[in-house]
């Protein structure tokens, strides 16, 4: 195999598992999505609000992490676009969620970027998820309380 089949099958690799942690957030399987991070892993929050976690590290705080992520948010993610980079392990992406916030009945859209670096297994070893957590709140606010409140968004127990 040369150096350029090595590198088109390790980004095909990284970029699968960026589009496998979308299908399996989507779907709620929290247990099969947490397979998909090295056991080491690290999730990156830089725009987390008050009450969410800048960063979470390793598979049992990500299962904590999203364990309530299936009952909170009913959501799709579409127009994935991926961008080229120089290292075939390093994953930027673009997407769109749709949905719903269930304990609301309210919208769930926003615009994300994502920058996911994978290992040799293709699995995920970092993951920088960059959303606005204001829509997430929004969209988790319930109608009667009044937007300046002293809201956060959690999806772990």
């Not at 909170?72 to 993610?77: I, Y």
């Not at 304990?103 to 699995?123: F, L, M, N, W």
Request: aromatic share 8%; net charge negative.
């Amino acid at each position: 195999m040369t150096v350029k089949e090595d590198d088109d099958a390790r980004r095909a690799a990284a970029q699968h598992a960026l589009a496998e942690h979308l299908r399996l957030t989507a779907a709620g399987r929290v247990e099969e999505w947490v397979e998909l991070f090295a056991p080491d892993a690290v999730l990156e929050f830089p725009y987390a609000p008050a009450g969410v976690p800048q960063r979470v590290t390793g598979r049992d705080a990500l299962r904590a992490h999203m364990s309530n992520f299936p009952e909170t948010f009913d959501v799709e993610f579409v127009d994935l676009v991926f961008h080229e980079t120089v290292d075939p392990s390093l994953v930027i992406a673009e997407f769109r969620s749709k949905g719903t916030a269930l304990p609301t009945g309210k919208p769930y859209e926003q615009t994300c970027i994502s920058v996911v670096r994978t290992d040799d297994d293709a699995r995920i070893t970092r993951y920088l998820d960059y959303w606005n957590p204001l829509v997430a709140i929004e969209a988790l606010t319930p109608h009667d309380v009044p937007s300046d409140s002293d809201l956060s968004v959690t999806f772990g127990g």
